[in-house]
T-cell receptor, first 115, second 110 residues
Framework: DAGITQSPRHKVTETGTPVTLRCHQT?????MYWYRQDPGHGLRLIHY???????DKGEVSDGYSVSRSKTEDFLLTLESATSSQTSVYFC????FGQGSYYGYTFGSGTRLTVV | DQQVKQNSPSLSVQEGRISILNCDYT??????FLWYKKYPAEGPTFLIS?????DKNEDGRFTVFLNKSAKHLSLHIVPSQPGDSAVYFC?????????FGDGTTLTVKP
């Protein structure tokens, strides 16, 4: 399904280096989200966007920043990667915002390892 | 404070039998409840949802039941198939927020 793609799919990086993950959608959905998935924690929201240049923090935003300069692209940057940011990162899109009956469409994920 | 809890990390059932996945929540302000399914190395896929004003929603083999007084919902899969083996996440949404549980791994044995 090419509606939402994440890149890279896998990345190994060193502690202290900046890392940028990309989410690209072709659905023209207004809302985009970045989640991380860790064992025992389910899916936790990092940041989300409700339009071009409109972003807000989620529950685990420390150490992360985002940018959305175009409808189709939502970038997640780890400013200085730490081992605690080793995780699987998922991007999601929706047309209806967070408090909705309609579910999100998720990307396939990026597995990030910080060594 | 975890507002959405899936207390069973795993569940194993025989093919053809019923699978029942459970979820509890603490916030009465949630408007909608959703279930997602996730296969390894893939993103979660939206499965089914229910409004807080309903107590049941059905879609093929999948039925979600909501008990508001108990703050509990469940997903029933009948009959279970080996292809249903996956991690199932419960989520609750409302007031501009969406919260996920930790997931339950379902294994359906042939």
């Amino acid at each position: 399904d090419a509606g939402i793609t994440q890149s890279p799919r896998h990345k190994v990086t060193e502690t202290g280096t900046p890392v940028t993950l990309r989410c690209h959608q072709t659905e023209n959905h207004r809302y985009m989200y970045w989640y991380r998935q860790d064992p025992g924690h389910g899916l936790r929201l990092i940041h989300y966007s409700y339009g071009v240049k409109d972003t807000d923090k989620g529950e685990v935003s420390d150490g992360y920043s985002v940018s959305r300069s175009k409808t189709e692209d939502f970038l997640l940057t780890l400013e200085s990667a730490t081992s605690s940011q080793t995780s699987v990162y998922f991007c999601a899109i929706s047309d209806f915002g967070q408090g909705s009956y309609y579910g999100y469409t998720f990307g396939s994920g990026t597995r990030l390892t910080v060594v | 404070d975890q507002q959405v809890k899936q207390n069973s990390p795993s569940l194993s059932v025989q093919e053809g039998r019923i699978s029942i996945l459970n979820c509890d929540y603490t916030n009465s302000m949630f408007d909608y409840f959703l279930w997602y399914k996730k296969y390894p190395a893939e993103g979660p896929t939206f499965l089914i949802s229910i409004s807080s004003i309903k107590d049941k929603n059905e879609d093929g083999r999948f039925t979600v039941f909501l008990n508001k007084s108990a703050k509990h919902l469940s997903l029933h899969i009948v009959p279970s198939q080996p292809g249903d083996s996956a991690v199932y996440f419960c989520a609750a949404s409302g007031a501009g927020k969406s919260t996920f549980g930790d997931g339950t791994t379902l294994t359906v044995k042939p």
